[in-house]
């Protein structure tokens, strides 16, 4: 089901936001004035993000996706580009034997920790992102840590679908997933499968 909603996405939004992108270019050769071409170039901008955000999201809920780069490599790619970007300093260990015959939880995990760097992305005020992936026998620990402005965990209960989310996609894994935060001092989050 999810491999099929990530083709039709990629098939068709990417597709067409390929077009526009295509025809908004071909469009801005025959433009004189200066403030439509400042929107032109406004508008391909946002095509080009409408692309790159469709090919995320068909990449993160297709799992042969997953199974193919495997996770630990999809998520390094993720910290390349927001390294990039410059909006975040992003730190990443792995240790442990990679576990890759588990693409259907690898999708998950990745899922869960995606929320993490757009919650800190969207609300922290971060610099500093602090990422370890621990594989040990059959279990499996995510920790994704950082220096923004922290919150109190208990004043966000019932608030936001991300972070539901996140502790339902964990309970999928028989997992528990941690948060703990601390206005001004950063937050960390700990996902733990003991059997993976």
Not at 39 to 64: F, G, K, P, R, V
Not at 76 to 89: F, M, P, T, V
Not at 140 to 161: C, E, H, T, V, Y
């Amino acid at each position: 089901m999810m491999n099929q909603i990530a083709k039709e996405v990629h098939d068709n939004i990417g597709q067409l936001s390929n077009f526009l992108g295509m025809t908004l270019k071909r469009l801005q050769k025959y433009c004189n004035d200066d403030n439509a071409r400042q929107l032109l170039t406004s508008a391909n901008s946002l095509t080009d993000l409408i692309i790159s955000h469709s090919n995320n999201i068909s990449h993160s809920l297709n799992s042969n996706f997953i199974k193919e780069r495997g996770f630990t490599n999809v998520l390094q790619d993720d910290i390349e580009h927001l390294r990039n970007s410059g909006k975040l300093n992003c730190n990443l260990q792995i240790s442990g034997q990679v576990n890759d015959t588990h693409p259907d939880k690898d999708l998950v995990i990745y899922r869960i920790a995606q929320e993490v760097i757009h919650n800190i992305l969207k609300h922290s005020g971060a610099t500093e992102v602090d990422i370890s992936i621990v594989y040990s026998g059959s279990s499996f620990q995510l920790n994704i840590s950082d220096n923004g402005n922290g919150f109190d965990p208990a004043n966000m209960k019932g608030r936001g679908i991300g972070l539901y989310n996140m502790q339902d996609r964990a309970k999928l894994l028989n997992g528990v997933l941690k948060i703990t935060s601390r206005p001004g001092e950063g937050c960390h989050v700990n996902l733990s499968i003991p059997d993976f």
